[in-house]
Every structure is written in structure tokens, then in C-alpha cells.
């Protein structure tokens, strides 16, 4: 195993975890105790915000990793998933429903599995293009 693939896949997820702390930071500050309506500087990052965290890990995985970006970046899609849970425990929001982290963990896994394999491979493709004469 090319030895830059432990290091993609933690990158990749450490990502998508970065990513997810800034959105709930997001939200704590929009979100006061507040209802509805939404300020529009949230409205508008949060949409930035989970493009960025579709696409960005797997991303980063397929560009460190430098080959096998479908692969890394499904990879990463399901550890994304399988951590989210932690990461949502540790946040202000406390740890979800066990009865609905089993469906949480499958609907992340397989929306992670797809973007994650989509955007590894354009990593990838974008660094071999990038460095090749």
C-alpha cells in the first residue's frame, strides 16, 4: 500500500470534520435561541459550507493520495459517516437519538460513498494532470 493512503484518508476526514464543526459554530451564532428568520450571511454559508464538505475530503484525499482517488474518496466518505455521530455528541447539539444513528450513519455513508468517489477521482485526476509535463 502506497504509504501517502493512511495519510490522504485521515486528511480527507479531518476535512469533512473541520468542516462540520464550522457549520454547527455557524449555527450556534446564527441561532441564538432564535427563531426563524434566518440571518441571510447564515443562509448563505450554510449552502457553501455543505458543498465544501461533500466535496472537499474526498478531494483532498484523491490529491494527497496521488492514485486510486474513487476508492480513497469512498473510503473516506464511509469513515465521514461512521464519525459523525462523535462529532455531533461533542457539539453544543449532544449526542442524537440511538435510533436514529443507525439511519444518520446509512444515508451519510451512501451520500458520502458517491461524493467522496466523485471528487477523490477529480483529485486525483487534477494532481497526475498537474504534475505531468
Given at each position: 500500500m502506497n504509504s501517502r493512503v493512511p495519510v490522504a484518508i485521515f486528511l480527507g476526514v479531518a476535512?469533512?470534520?473541520?468542516?462540520?464543526?464550522?457549520?454547527?459554530?455557524?449555527?450556534?451564532?446564527?441561532?441564538?435561541?432564535?427563531?426563524?428568520?434566518?440571518?441571510?450571511?447564515?443562509?448563505?454559508?450554510?449552502?457553501?459550507?455543505?458543498?465544501?464538505?461533500?466535496?472537499?475530503?474526498?478531494?483532498?484525499?484523491?490529491?494527497?493520495?496521488?492514485?486510486?482517488g474513487i476508492a480513497i474518496g469512498a473510503a473516506i466518505g464511509v469513515l465521514s459517516a461512521l464519525a459523525t455521530p462523535l462529532a455531533v455528541s461533542l457539539s453544543w447539539m449532544g449526542m442524537p437519538p440511538p435510533s436514529s444513528i443507525i439511519s444518520l450513519v446509512v444515508a451519510l455513508g451512501v451520500g458520502g460513498v458517491i461524493t467522496g468517489a466523485v471528487s477523490g477521482a477529480a483529485g486525483h485526476l487534477l494532481r497526475v494532470r498537474a504534475v505531468a509535463p
Open positions: 476535512a469533512y470534520l473541520a468542516l462540520l464543526a464550522i457549520g454547527y459554530y455557524f449555527a450556534q451564532v446564527a441561532f441564538p435561541g432564535v427563531p426563524a428568520p434566518w440571518p441571510v450571511w447564515y443562509s448563505v454559508s450554510r449552502h457553501i459550507l455543505e458543498a465544501l464538505g461533500a466535496v472537499a475530503p474526498g478531494f483532498v484525499g484523491g490529491w494527497v493520495a496521488g492514485r486510486s
